[in-house]
């Protein structure tokens, strides 16, 4: 398949744990996003990889969560210390950030829960 | 402070009659909007988008209208399909800057569509 991919698709782990979500995007988008949903809500902006441009993180709720882009390519999303609320289905997607639409095709989502 | 605002949680229409999902706004620099439908398990697909400087398109059976007077704009399915059930999300897009894009989603409307 040439859709974007994450992985895993279910996390479990303790309060105060580390973790890490991964996402692979479509080759060749340069665009790489990371958003979360949590329960009832709507998808909440985390971060913004555009090409090789210092990634926008204004949408990161603490500095527990952190990601890097390797290679312009695959992207790793860590939460450190994790918390009860950080509980939701983190959702990757990607996209040739091309002005007339920037289409954002996104991944099955990685689903967190903190016990 | 939601920027984006779909007031419907949940829609329920008989087969083969018309779906309108709602969505107002408050920003009015978002530039582009799009509706993403998202099935249990999946991450959202997008499904049609509108320019701000339109107020109307229209792709098969699925047509969004723009106000941009109002802030508001609609997502028309016809006829509605039970395949059609989902959650649609509708976003706005603004441009933040460096060849940045941002999405801003609102919380989503879960449609049942009837056999």
């Known amino acids: 398949g040439a859709g974007v991919s994450q992985s895993p698709s279910n996390k479990v782990t303790e309060k105060g744990k580390d973790v890490e979500l991964r996402c692979d995007p479509i080759?060749?988008?340069?665009?790489l996003y990371w958003y979360r949903q949590s329960l009832g809500q709507g998808l909440e902006f985390l971060i913004y990889?555009?090409?090789?441009?210092?990634?926008?993180k204004s949408g990161l709720p603490s500095d527990r969560f952190s990601a890097e882009r390797t290679g312009g390519s695959v992207s790793t999303l860590t939460i450190q210390r994790t918390q009860q609320e950080d509980s939701a289905v983190y959702l990757c997607a990607s996209s040739l950030s091309v002005p007339s639409s920037d289409t954002q095709y996104f991944g099955p989502g990685t689903r967190l829960t903190v016990l | 402070d939601q920027q984006v605002k779909q007031n419907s949680p949940s829609l329920s229409v008989q087969e083969g009659r018309i779906s309108i999902l709602n969505c107002d706004y408050t920003?009015?620099?978002?530039?582009?909007f799009l509706w993403y439908k998202k099935y249990p398990a999946e991450g959202p697909t997008f499904l049609i988008s509108i320019s701000s400087i339109k107020d109307k398109n229209e792709d098969g059976r699925f047509t969004v209208f723009l106000n941009k007077s109002a802030k508001h704009l609609s997502l028309h399915i016809v006829p509605s399909q039970p395949g059609d059930s989902a959650v649609y999300f509708c976003a706005a897009r603004t441009y933040s800057g460096a060849g940045s894009y941002q999405l801003t989603f609102g919380k989503g409307t879960k449609l049942s569509v009837i056999p």
């Open positions: 080759s060749g988008h340069t665009a």
């Open positions: 990889f555009q090409g090789n441009s210092a990634p926008d």
């Open positions: 920003n009015s620099m978002f530039d582009y």
